[in-house]
């Protein structure tokens, strides 16, 4: 009697809208010429490119198959470039404070904890390059420097710890997705993503 289509429904159909929301959000980012509205698409693009991992994973536990999570997410973070960028940035965003890419801006977001040790004139800080926006530890006797994730910006560029070079952070998840969607196909054979 109703003319409301039926709701799709599963892990499946959730991995497959994420991927497709965050090529869609990517494109549309690319082509504002709003630099809030291309931040905004930005990260929506980057929440919804990490989820389909984080939807897998979880699909992994219910189907109590802690071997092929281990597998899967392995081999993520070896095939897939960016992985750790890509969740980097959303942990960021999403529980840390809204990521903005600003034209003539570096930042850097930690948390960051710096021990100065026990040793008499023991310090530890860190400084950035202001034209390169490579950090520098300065650190002397037994002091240490403790990162978790840490996030680092340049202009539209957020820095890659696993290739040790900045990026656009719109290749990067452009990038990410390619590698991602044959990995998912091959984990979830119904899923058509390429």
Not at 69 to 80: C, H, I, R, S, T
Not at 84 to 99: E, K, P, Q, S
Request: aromatic share 8%; net charge neutral; glycine share 4%.
């Amino acid at each position: 009697m109703s003319n409301i289509p039926e709701m799709p429904f599963g892990f499946e159909f959730s991995i497959k809208d994420h991927v497709t929301r965050s090529e869609f959000f990517l494109n549309n980012a690319i082509t504002s010429d709003s630099l809030e509205i291309f931040n905004w698409l930005l990260m929506a693009s980057v929440n919804s490119a990490r989820a389909p991992i984080e939807i897998a994973s979880t699909e992994f536990d219910t189907m109590k198959k802690k071997d092929e999570k281990a597998k899967f997410l392995a081999e993520a973070e070896e095939k897939v470039r960016h992985c750790t960028l890509i969740a980097t940035v959303r942990v960021h965003d999403f529980h840390r404070g809204a990521v903005h890419l600003i034209p003539g801006s570096m930042s850097v977001r930690g948390p960051i904890k710096g021990k100065s040790g026990s040793q008499p004139n023991s310090t530890v800080g860190i400084r950035m390059d202001s034209q390169t926006a490579e950090l520098q530890e300065i650190k002397t006797r037994n002091a240490s420097l403790k990162y978790d994730r840490p996030l680092q910006t340049r202009e539209n560029e957020v820095y890659d710890f696993a290739i040790k070079a900045y990026v656009p952070l719109h290749l990067a998840v452009s990038e990410y997705l390619t590698d991602l969607k044959p990995l998912l196909c091959k984990y979830f054979p119904r899923i058509e993503l390429i």
